[in-house]
């Protein structure tokens, strides 16, 4: 069942989701100014969600014959999205967030694609799930943002 092209997709979306699990824990920490307590709660359910989707992604890249990446070196060298600066403002945050998650939606996309070609529902049905929720995260920080 294993599918080397999938499952190097999945492990660049287990990056992801590593980075981006840190790089929300740094907002949560970091943000300061009028909008503290709306960002500072939101950050910490993005990265409680986050948290699950590494969860949920290395095991299934194990579940279907792979080995997940497992370090950090492997998740900055494996990532599309980059870490946290440490110097973003909470706009600059947000809009970093809002160009993550537009990655990781293309992105989610050529996973559904190519599970689809190999017949795995459930990893296509997985990454449909994480799509409709980013999109749905991406309306609302684009809101916030205007």
């Known amino acids: ?29 970091y943000v300061t100014g009028p909008e503290f307590f709306t960002l500072h709660e939101k950050f910490e359910e993005l990265y409680t969600e986050a948290a699950g989707y590494v969860d949920e992604i290395a095991e299934r890249i194990l579940t279907i014959g792979g080995k997940p990446l497992a370090t950090l070196k492997d998740y ?41 070609e190999t017949n795995d529902e459930v990893t296509a049905d997985m990454f449909t799930g994480i799509r409709v929720s980013l999109e749905k995260h991406v309306w609302m920080f684009r809101a916030y943002l205007n």
Do not use: C, R
């Open 76 to 116: 900055l060298n494996h990532a599309s999205i980059e870490e946290a600066t440490g110097s973003e403002d909470p706009q600059e945050m947000v809009t970093s967030l809002v160009n993550d998650f537009d990655i990781i939606t293309g992105e989610s996309k050529d996973v559904i694609h190519i599970a689809e």
């Open 1 to 29: 069942m294993e599918n080397k092209q999938l499952i190097d997709e999945l492990n660049m979306q287990l990056a992801n989701w590593n980075i981006l699990y840190t790089k929300l824990h740094n907002y949560h920490w």
